[in-house]
Nanobody, 116 residues
Framework: QVQLVESGGGLVQAGGSLRLSCAAS????????MGWYRQAPGKQRELVAQ???????NYADSVKGRFTMTRDTAKNTVYLQMNSLKPEDTAVYYC??????????WGQGTQVTVSS
């Protein structure tokens, strides 16, 4: 099993920046892909960015050019650098991972609020 802990959320003004982090522990060698999702009130959870074991990254169209996902394999941690934040980015952001055995794990979520 894998445990995920997110941090870095907060309240920022439009145009500002935040960096989220997600630290993985447990059976880290079972990790296949890791991703960032977000969910706003009344809306379904959506994929923000995802990185494969080989380092390939894909982003949602709504965040391309503004958000950057990176990883530090030595620290078993992934990051989401969020720049040029907009009010529509307001959501709870979740880290997730899919294991080699296709099990899915989620972090507890961290709130990001962008004011106008």
């Amino acid at each position: 099993q894998v445990q995920l802990v997110e941090s870095g959320g907060g309240l920022v003004q439009a145009g500002g920046s935040l960096r989220l982090s997600c630290a993985a522990s447990g059976n880290i060698f079972s990790i296949n892909v890791m991703g960032w999702y977000r969910q706003a009130p009344g809306k379904q959870r959506e994929l923000v960015a995802q990185i494969t074991r080989g380092g390939s990254i894909n982003y949602a169209d709504s965040v391309k050019g503004r958000f950057t996902m990176t990883r530090d394999t030595a620290k078993n941690t992934v990051y989401l650098q969020m720049n040029s934040l907009k009010p529509e980015d307001t959501a709870v952001y979740y880290c997730n991972t899919i294991s080699i055995a296709l099990s899915v794990y989620w972090g507890q979520g961290t709130q990001v609020t962008v004011s106008s």
